[in-house]
Structures are given as structure tokens and as C-alpha cells.
């Protein structure tokens, strides 16, 4: 399996110029120690989605654990496995440092997907690696992904991390659901369609900062914060696998922040068309990070969604950005949770 192959314990994570990888907080807290971790599953994103089965020199081919109820495959699973497959033609003294991609074929869950990896460039600084995602014979997804070694630099600035409250003190997408489900003139509807959020097995935690914004589309807030980190443990160490779980993650919930703005329409088809990804320092994606998505512009059924994961010890650890197919109708019943 790449995993296997991906270095082991390296850090492959681009650092804002640090001789030495920052320590992120939950690496010395006590929050989810070692002892305590190995009780923890093993993520299934580690075990099953971002292990893939390697068939020859750069050609492998990835299998589906959660499809959403699109019904077509879920766009941060082909972007993760896009990056393993990047990843492990490349040295350990590489970190990921960004990825590009486009979307252009609906991906099919009845089907694995094949990963042929173009080692595009070696360079003496920068690695670049090309991807085609491909099912029954066509691409479904192109990505550039680059590496870098690690070149300090004392040109270092960043945004501030929002303040928000810790994910100690908020509730989890399905407390919440199960909090909205308790409640007695919940419309059928709305208790039928929370009962499927409940089924998914999304292999991903999130506790909203904003919980009716999150559920019920308001133009207050247009900004979407959420605290998210894969479920199970993943451990220190491999930050080319914490970025391929990063890419998994930052596409989740995403696209639809661009609605925020208009909560009396709701999306009839949407998808991403592209994503693009800049990983700044090292993080963990089994520990909470914050998820701050906005939407700077919608236009031309379209929408343009910007994101940042920060670490808890207000670092950014990675900058995202998409554009999706947004054809929208009209809110007919305001929601009734
Ligand atoms: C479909 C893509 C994006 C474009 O392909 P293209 O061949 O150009 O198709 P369209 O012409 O767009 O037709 C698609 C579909 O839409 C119908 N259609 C077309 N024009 C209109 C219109 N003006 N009004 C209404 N409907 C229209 C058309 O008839 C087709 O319907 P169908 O016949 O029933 O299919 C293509 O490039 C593509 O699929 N790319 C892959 C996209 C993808 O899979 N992205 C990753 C998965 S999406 C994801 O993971 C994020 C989900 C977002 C949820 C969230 O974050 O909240």
C-alpha cells in the first residue's frame, strides 16, 4: 500500500521558514495523548480511503468509503487520493506545499478509481508531480500538486485567527442533529432528512461555531466557521498524510458557504468544479483545527468559496480555494428546525 511508501515518519508539510517544524499545541497537550490515542480507532481515512493499492511504477488505484447523496464521488476523497499518489514518488526531505485541480467528470461509486502519476519535474527546490483520476477509461479529476524543500526565510506574516469558542464548549454536528430531532413539532421532512445526515459515516468530526447558521441559511453571518478533525487517530509524524487528510477535509461542506448569502434560494445542482490548496505549517487533522470559509463572490451560476484551517494555537495551517456550479431555486418553506 503507498502509505507504506510515503516515508514514514517524515514531515513533508511545508513551515513558514522555521529551522524547526512548530510543535502544533496538541503535540505536548495532554488532549488526546499517545497511550490514550492507541485505544482511539485507527482512522478509517488512514486504513481504507487514503491507502491505496499500488499497480505499477506511479499507477495506483483508490476505493470509496462515504459517497454523498449526490451519488457521485465525494470531491475531497479523488483530491486526497490524487495526493498520495503525488506524494509517493517524492523524497522525505519534500514537503506538499500546494495543489491545483479540476473536476471534469462526475465520479462514479460503483467503480475504484485509477491514479497514473506524471513526475512532471525534479527540480533542485520544488518537486512538481501531474495526476489524472481516472474511471471507465476517462479522467474525472486533474491535479498539479508541488513540493518543497525547506528554505527558511525571515519574510513571515499571516492573518489572525478568528475568536471563536473552544470545540470543548460546542456540540457535534450529530448532537446537534439529535438535540433538533428532540424536538416534538419538528416538520416530518426535516426529521426525515436529519435522520440521513445521521447515516452518513462521514470519517470526519465538526463542531459548528454557528449552529443555525450552519443549518439554517441566514445572510447574518457570511462567514461559515466550524472546528473539524478526522475521526480516529492518525498520529504525529507523516505530514504528507495529514495533508492528503487535509484535502479530504477542506472539501467538506465547502461550496455551500457561497449560499450563506442567499437563504431564500437553495442549491437544485451543485459541484465543485475546481480546488486549490496551500499548506502553510505543520498541523494535525486528527486534532481540532477551525475551519473559516467565506464567500467572497457568486455570479453566472457559479460561486467562489475561500477557506483557512487554523490550529488551535492560532498558526494557519492551510489556505483553500474553489469554484463551483451553483444552480440555485427558490426557498419555497422557510426550514422549520
Ligand atoms: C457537470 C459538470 C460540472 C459540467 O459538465 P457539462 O457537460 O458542462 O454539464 P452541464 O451542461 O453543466 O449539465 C450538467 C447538468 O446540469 C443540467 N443543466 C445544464 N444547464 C442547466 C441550467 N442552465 N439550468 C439547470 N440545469 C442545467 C444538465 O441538463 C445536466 O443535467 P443532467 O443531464 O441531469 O446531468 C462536469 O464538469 C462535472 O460533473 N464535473 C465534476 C464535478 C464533481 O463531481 N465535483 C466533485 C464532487 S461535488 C463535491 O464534492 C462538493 C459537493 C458540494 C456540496 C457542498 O459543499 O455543500
Redesign the pocket.
Known amino acids: 500500500m503507498v502509505e507504506r511508501e510515503m516515508g514514514g515518519s517524515t514531515d513533508n508539510c511545508n513551515h513558514s521558514g522555521d529551522t524547526e517544524p512548530p510543535k502544533s499545541p496538541e503535540d505536548e497537550s495532554s488532549e488526546r495523548p499517545e497511550a490514550q490515542c492507541t485505544q482511539d480507532l485507527k482512522s478509517v481515512l488512514i486504513t481504507s480511503v487514503l491507502n491505496l493499492e499500488k499497480l505499477d511504477v506511479d499507477l495506483y488505484r483508490g476505493t470509496h468509503h462515504w459517497v454523498?447523496r449526490s451519488q457521485?464521488?465525494?470531491?475531497?476523497q479523488i483530491v486526497g487520493q490524487a495526493l498520495v499518489a503525488a506524494a509517493a514518488s517524492v523524497s522525505d526531505n519534500l514537503y506538499a506545499h500546494s495543489l491545483h485541480c479540476y473536476?471534469?467528470?462526475?465520479?462514479d461509486p460503483k467503480v475504484p478509481v485509477l491514479y497514473q502519476v506524471d513526475r512532471t519535474r525534479d527540480g533542485r527546490s520544488f518537486t512538481v508531480r501531474s495526476v489524472r483520476a481516472i474511471q471507465h477509461g476517462q479522467p474525472i479529476l486533474i491535479c498539479q500538486a508541488s513540493f518543497h524543500m525547506l528554505q527558511p526565510s525571515p519574510l513571515q506574516h499571516q492573518f489572525t485567527m478568528p475568536v471563536v469558542p473552544q470545540p470543548e464548549d460546542l456540540l457535534t454536528v450529530e448532537e446537534l442533529i439529535h438535540r433538533y430531532l428532540s424536538k416534538p413539532d419538528l416538520a416530518k421532512k426535516s426529521r426525515q432528512g436529519l435522520n440521513k445526515l445521521l447515516a452518513n459515516e462521514v470519517p470526519i468530526e465538526i463542531k459548528p461555531v454557528h449552529p443555525p447558521h450552519f443549518y439554517r441559511l441566514s445572510a447574518v453571518e457570511l462567514r461559515k466557521l466550524f472546528w473539524v478533525r478526522a475521526r480516529g487517530y492518525i498520529g504525529e509524524g507523516n505530514m504528507k498524510l495529514h495533508c492528503c487528510v487535509a484535502a479530504y477535509v477542506s472539501?467538506y461542506?465547502?461550496?455551500?458557504t457561497a449560499l450563506l448569502p442567499h437563504p431564500n434560494y437553495r442549491a437544485q445542482?451543485?459541484?465543485?468544479?475546481d480546488h486549490a490548496m496551500w499548506f502553510h505549517n505543520t498541523f494535525r487533522s486528527d486534532e481540532w483545527m477551525l475551519y473559516e470559509c467565506e464567500s467572497p463572490w457568486a455570479g453566472g451560476?457559479r460561486g467562489l468559496v475561500q477557506g483557512r484551517l487554523w490550529r488551535r494555537d492560532g498558526v494557519l495551517a492551510a489556505s483553500c480555494s474553489q469554484e463551483?456550479?451553483l444552480?440555485v431555486k427558490p426557498v419555497t418553506e422557510p426550514s422549520k428546525l
Open positions: 454523498p457521485r464521488l465525494f470531491g475531497g473536476f471534469v467528470r462526475a465520479g472539501d461542506a465547502f461550496l455551500g445542482f451543485s459541484a465543485s468544479l451560476s463551483g456550479v444552480r
